[in-house]
């Protein structure tokens, strides 16, 4: 080893994570401001300097969710006319899903759920798992929820009254051995086959992640993990 160590040293490398495309400048300067004042705290544990980075810190991380919001906006109303580059760009909203996206699949996600559990293990944790596979996942949106979220995206008024029309006032019936059913009033869901209706459950279901106040979210398509670590004291 001591022949290898010197004529073939190994070298550590740290790799950064790729740079989203929604940090600007201004945002850089502010995550750099807050840095330095949290490493100011921990050499001086001083209580007005800790005030500062608190301060700091909700000013980047409103910077950062405004930089991302004005850069799918402008994206998204650029590409209105390119339903392929709408679909990329809606799929990268969520940066924990794996389904759908260039250089990502299942074994992205499972890579990525299995290591995170691996390295808390190491260090002495246990892990909280959650399994979701939704089923019928396209008939559980609701149309409400699907609206309001379309608002937020930046859809205008004209068209989500196109939506309110598209989605509601549909029945559905069933044919089963030579007999047709009566038609039942559909409250939830996406038209079947229809090509707009994965891109609406992708809407409806992007921003999960979101909702959840603990826990680390995986997602691929309608199949979600959400793992938390837990510290275990020993008396």
């Not at 500062?52 to 402008?74: S, V």
């Amino acid at each position: 080893m001591a022949v290898i160590d010197k004529h073939a040293p190994l070298k550590k490398k740290r790799i950064g994570k790729r740079k989203s495309p929604w940090i600007t400048s201004h945002v850089v300067q502010k995550i750099r401001e807050r840095d330095y004042l949290k490493r100011q705290f921990d050499i001086t544990r001083d209580d007005e300097i800790w005030l500062q980075y608190k301060k700091a810190r909700n000013e980047t991380n409103n910077t950062i969710r405004q930089a991302k919001h004005n850069y799918f906006i402008t994206n998204i109303e650029a590409a209105r006319k390119d339903p392929r580059k709408t679909w990329r760009l809606v799929n990268d909203l969520n940066s924990r899903k794996s389904g759908f996206r260039a250089s990502y699949s299942t074994v992205t996600a499972l890579l990525e759920s299995t290591n995170n559990w691996c390295v808390n293990i190491d260090k002495g944790k246990l892990n909280g798992v959650i399994f979701i596979d939704l089923k019928k996942a396209f008939d559980t949106i609701d149309h409400e929820i699907l609206i309001r979220k379309l608002k937020c995206y930046g859809v205008d008024d004209n068209a989500l009254s196109w939506f309110n029309s598209y989605l509601g006032n549909r029945k559905q019936k069933c044919y089963v051995n030579g007999k047709l059913s009566g038609s039942r009033s559909i409250s939830h869901g996406v038209p079947q086959g229809s090509i707009i209706g994965p891109l609406l459950f992708l809407i409806y279901i992007n921003d999960l992640p979101n909702c959840l106040n603990e826990g680390l979210p995986r997602m691929y398509a309608d199949d979600t993990t959400s793992a938390c670590k837990v510290i275990i004291f020993l008396s």
